[in-house]
């Protein structure tokens, strides 16, 4: 989806992420609801977890039969993929041939000049070398706290059980606000050098959720996971919609696929280190 979109507007790339950040916030909400009718139950835990999974199975499995099958017949769509692969795109050349369309052939010498190739996928890479460090960078610390670290046993608290499920549901709701900031052009970040900065600057988190575990409270701690939401949506939507901008759209579909290659590195070592928050405890 993200190489689709990139190769597309901008604007689609922000609203993409956008339901992405939404589908946590309900997936919270769902897990509420869910604590809240068998929390007195017999047998609550299980009911309510096999609830859970099961509505968020069926909602994950409606989106993969409209990518399928709704998404490629969209004439938008259609428009886009059949300008990419005018441009030379193979992948997106064979999703028209999939979904029944055909495109341009490519012009000979004497119908003028060829389109030109575009770059090769290593060549991408270290053009964007920023971009897509920023991407490990920005979920490798978002990983490294969420969803593990708060859902440990965060020392005494009014919430009780509750309190794991209401930060990782600020978490995810104030990753959705974060992901309509850049809607606002005047806060927008677009400078290469400033996305690293304040992707570096996240960072400083680390020690200040280690201060709030050991010395904070509730309301600290609540605090800090709304920065962490805020900061991985709005830098996650600033990556991602400036760095397709240069290039034609292959290169736009190569280098957003590279750039989710780079995010999903990023959450695997991230959900790695989460292991070390256990250092101390036990282990």
């Not at 993929?81 to 441009?87: C, I, L, M, P, V």
């Not at 979904?99 to 770059?119: M, N, T, Y």
């Not at 070398?129 to 978002?142: N, R, V």
């Not at 959900?271 to 928050?277: E, K, Q, S, T």
């Amino acid at each position: 989806m993200t190489g689709d979109l990139s190769l597309m507007c901008p604007e689609f790339i922000q609203s993409f992420s956008a339901g992405m950040a939404a589908s946590g916030a309900i997936t919270s909400a769902l897990r509420l609801v869910t604590k809240a009718a068998f929390e007195k139950s017999r047998d609550g835990l299980r009911r309510g977890a096999m609830l859970f999974f099961a509505a968020s199975c069926f909602f994950e499995l409606l989106c993969v039969v409209l990518y399928a099958h709704v998404f490629p017949k969209l004439p938008i769509v259609k428009f886009y993929r059949a300008k990419a692969a005018s441009e030379g795109s193979l992948t997106v050349a064979a999703d028209l041939a999939a979904a029944g369309l055909q495109r341009h052939p490519k012009p000979s010498a004497e119908d003028g000049p060829a389109i030109p190739e575009r770059l090769s996928n290593r060549q991408l890479l270290m053009q964007n070398i920023d971009y897509a460090l920023d991407m490990f960078l920005i979920y490798l610390l978002t990983l490294s706290i969420f969803p593990g670290f708060l859902a440990e046993d965060l020392g005494s608290h009014s919430l009780g059980s509750w309190y794991a499920l209401v930060l990782i549901a600020t978490y995810n709701g104030s990753d959705l606000i974060g992901r309509y900031v850049p809607l606002v052009e005047g806060i927008k970040v677009t400078s290469r050098r400033g996305l690293l900065a304040a992707v570096l600057a996240r960072y400083l988190l680390l020690p200040a959720f280690y201060c709030a575990a050991r010395y904070g409270g509730e309301a600290w701690m609540i605090v800090l996971v709304s920065a962490l939401g805020l900061t991985n949506g709005y830098l996650t939507v600033c990556v991602l919609t400036e760095a397709p901008r240069p290039y034609k759209g292959p290169e736009q579909n190569a280098l957003g696929n590279l750039l989710v290659f780079c995010l999903l590195a990023g959450i695997c070592l991230g959900a790695v280190l989460d292991w070390l928050w256990l250092i101390g405890k036990g282990w």
